[in-house]
C-alpha cells in the first residue's frame, strides 16, 4: 500500500515538473505577452497543482496536507486574477494582440 | 524523486527570469515575476519535503498570498504612477 501511494506520487510529481519546465518554455517562445499567459497559465494550474497534489500523497492525512490544501485553494484562486488584472492592464495601456488573419481578427 | 522537481522548478525559475530580464513591455515582466513567485511556493514546498520539516509550508502559504498582492500593487503602480486610490473616472483592475 506505501508503495502504490509512493509511486502516486511520484508520478503526479514528475507529470506536474514536465508541465512547468513545458510552461517556462513557452514563455520564453511565445510572440507576445498574450500568448505568454498560455505558458504562466500550464505552470500556474497543471504544474503547480500537480505537484502539491503529489506532496499530499507524501503528507497522508495529517495538518501538512491540510496547508497544502490551503496553498492549493489560494494559487487557483489568486493567479487567475493576477492574470486577469494583467491581460486587462495590459489592454488598457493600448497593447495589441498579435493577430496572423487581419481579416478575421478585430 | 524530489530532487528531480526541485531541478525542474529550478530550471523553470530562470527560464522566467530570463523572461523578466528579456521581456520587451513592463507586462512581460511582471507575467514574468508572478509565474516567479508561483514557482518559489512550489520549491519552498518540496524544499521542506525533501529535508522532512514540513513547518516550511507555512512560509510557502504566506509567499502565496504576498506574491498575488505584490502583483496587483505593481499593475496600479505601473498604470497610475501612485498607489492611491484610483480617482473618479480611472478605470480600475
Request: glycine share 10%; charged share 10%; proline share 3%.
Amino acid at each position: 500500500m506505501d508503495m502504490l501511494v509512493d509511486s502516486i506520487s511520484w508520478i503526479c510529481l514528475v507529470i506536474g515538473s514536465l508541465f512547468a519546465v513545458t510552461g517556462g518554455i513557452g514563455i520564453i517562445r511565445l510572440p507576445d505577452v498574450y500568448a505568454r499567459m498560455h505558458g504562466a497559465g500550464i505552470t500556474d494550474t497543471m504544474g503547480a497543482g500537480l505537484i502539491l497534489i503529489g506532496l499530499m500523497f507524501q503528507g497522508g492525512a495529517s495538518l501538512v496536507t491540510a496547508k497544502l490544501v490551503m496553498i492549493l485553494f489560494f494559487l487557483l484562486i489568486t493567479s487567475p486574477t493576477a492574470s486577469h488584472a494583467l491581460a486587462r492592464a495590459a489592454l488598457h495601456h493600448g497593447l495589441e494582440p498579435l493577430v496572423t488573419n487581419k481579416e478575421a481578427g478585430s | 524523486m524530489f530532487i528531480t522537481t526541485m531541478a525542474a522548478i529550478i530550471v523553470t525559475m530562470a527560464l522566467a527570469l530570463l523572461r523578466a530580464t528579456l521581456g520587451p513591455t513592463v507586462f512581460d515582466r511582471i507575467l514574468a515575476i508572478n509565474m516567479f513567485g508561483t514557482k518559489t511556493v512550489l520549491l519552498i514546498a518540496v524544499i521542506g519535503f525533501m529535508t522532512r520539516r514540513p513547518d516550511f509550508l507555512d512560509l510557502a502559504l504566506l509567499y502565496a498570498l504576498m506574491n498575488f498582492i505584490g502583483v496587483v500593487a505593481v499593475l496600479r503602480f505601473s498604470k497610475y504612477g501612485h498607489f492611491a486610490e484610483p480617482e473618479a473616472g480611472e478605470v480600475t483592475l
